[in-house]
């Protein structure tokens, strides 16, 4: 399955070309489209001719109908031939070329009728998820703010140059690396990036790479690099790339089809040979005519598609369900995969004289008067205790390091603790206790330590029993690939029982990690940052957790999960395995009463029309069947409790 993704120069012209807010249609759709309507067209002129007692004009009518649909499968046979795929649309030819010859005009056109449906749901089923998705470039900058002569001009990406000095707003993406100039330091947020979930200071002349967001107060940033030449164009050409070299999933349908080919070709043959008739060997190729593949396969496979959306994950397409339903190795992101993506306390450190609550009411009471995202935390989760926060006075804020001011008339600081420990004077105590996983939060009061809040991106709620039950619908490997440090991914995924853990990973790093898993079977990665968007591109199957998730990870995905939780794999999973399941069933029931019609049709019990009719009553039995798909009940995922109220940032 291929996806379409913006590559090249990072121009802000193109960011609204249709292909990069929505999939359009393109000319191979509106041509499916086109040979359904004539298809069906025709029968349907055709069968009004007959009634009206005009029964040369309707087959002249079914002929016309036919005929457009065998030149197009014709056409994509050759392709099929090119890349030495041998599939079902060889029967279908030959069963519409055959009838055409012997004048069998309202067989084929009923052939070309099915068949044309059926090549039409198969695309619709690829293409109907995708036209939801965003584009990899919402979240580039169109331009940025350029130094020039004492004034700030606003330019376009393309005209930033090496050495260009440019401002880099609160809640700006950094546009193109470079290194931060002037005296203040930039607190940016990389999660997106590299995966770490924790915000982190740059002091002036440190690199600073594109593609994160600035946190903190406005600072100035000397570019190294052109914005196409920067590490977020780099990710964006990675997409691209994983995208061509990914293998495209095979039909189900074609798995079956050299094997059905001979068979049918030999009872043809043998009729005709044995009997000396060919109207015979045209009813034998009508009949046998692989409707029950080529319409049963895409209706439980696009059912499927539908089933998993209304529980919250959506498939692009029937492809990329049929592979949902075969993975063997499934390879996780950390940060705001297996964790929540942002930090929430995790324990409360007080020195003596002060109580847990103490440290909390008056580091959060503080922090109102900053809009730093840990400070926002730390705000919320003092509120969802229910501690009454005083009104803070003189505040003064380092931006990325900390606040001081006054509370109850008490001088207060909170910060860092480096910062905590410059303002007071003197360092910390020591603590027992701390994590790697963890990052502190210091609080003064008085002119002396009051304690620490320790913070730390935890693990969601129930993530051992979401790989218990992963492992139990036939993943045989789990593994972890981030970005972040390998101290901080240890401590968090300690218990969880992990095949292999690799961490410190660069986004061509996680892609060449998913392509070594492909040996041990189809391959799932699961991400949600822009770092990941090449490795969900280069898996077998990519899912994005898409409610919080960045919009190439979205992009890049084959799977997208609506909700924000991890589990909603699982129903997703079940859901394509048993519409696999089903289709099977469709194709042994189909291709059984097919071969059985066959055998009939060679020895002159059905002429080529009733074949086709036959084949009708075939075709509904297993479309009826493939539909009862709708009705497949997710076991893990769709009756859930409400999931635990989240801490504002701000």
Known sequence: MRRRVFAGSLAPGRIGAPGAMGRMPDKHDVMKWGLLGVAAGGLAAGLLLLAAGFPGAARIVWSAGTLPVLAGLVLEIVQSLRRGDVGLDVVAALSMSAALIFDETLAAAVVALMYSGGSFLESYAEGRARHEMRALLERVPRSAMRHRDGTLEEVALDDVAPGDRLLVRRG????????????????????????????????????????????????????????????????????????????????????????????????????????????????????????????????????????????????????????????????????????????????????????????????????????????????????????TLPVPSDLREAPGEGVTGRIDGQEVVVGGLDFVARTLGHAPPPAAGITADQL????????????????????????????????????????????????????????????????????????LTVLSARKDGPVMMVGDGVNDAPALAAADLGVAMGARGAAASAEAADVVLLVDHLDRILPGMVVARRSVAIARQSVVAGLGLSVLGMVAAAFGYLSPVQGAMLQEVIDVAVILNALRVLRVRPMPGEAQSAPPPEIAWG
């Open 172 to 387: 700006d993406v950094v546009a193109v690396d470079g290194t931060v100039a002037g005296q203040g330091q930039a607190v940016l947020d990389l999660s997106a990036l590299t995966g770490e979930a924790l915000p982190q200071r740059f002091a002036p002349g440190e690199a600073v790479i594109s593609g994160a967001t600035n946190l903190g107060e406005a600072f100035d940033l000397v570019a190294t690099h052109r914005a196409a030449e920067s590490t977020y164009a780099g990710i964006v050409r990675l997409v691209e790339a994983a995208q061509r070299s990914k293998a495209p999933m095979a039909r189900m349908a074609d798995r079956y089809s050299v094997l059905f080919l001979l068979v049918t070709v030999a009872i043809a043959g043998a009729a005709w040979l044995l009997t000396g008739d060919p109207i015979r060997a045209v009813a034998v190729l009508v009949v046998a005519t692989p409707c029950p593949l080529i319409l049963a396969v895409p209706v439980a496979l696009v059912a499927g598609v539908s089933r998993a959306a209304r529980a919250g994950v959506l498939v692009k397409g029937a492809r990329a369900l049929e592979m949902m339903a075969r993975v063997k190795t499934m390879i996780l992101d950390k940060t705001g995969t297996l964790t929540e993506g942002r930090p929430r306390i995790a324990t409360i450190l007080p020195e003596e004289g002060f109580a847990q609550g103490d440290v909390l009411r008056l580091a959060a009471a503080l922090d109102q008067g900053s809009k730093h995202p840990i400070a926002q935390s730390i705000v919320a989760e003092a509120r969802t205790r229910g501690l």
């Open 440 to 511: 502190g939060v210091g609080l003064g009061v008085g002119g002396r330590w009051a304690g620490r809040l320790m913070l730390a991106d935890g693990l969601r709620t129930g993530t051992a029993g979401f790989l218990q039950s992963v492992r139990d619908q036939g993943v045989e490997r789990i593994v972890l690939a981030t970005g972040d440090r390998r101290a901080v991914a240890e401590a968090v995924t300690r218990d969880l029982g992990l095949d292999a853990l690799h961490a410190d990973l660069t986004p061509d790093q996680k892609v």
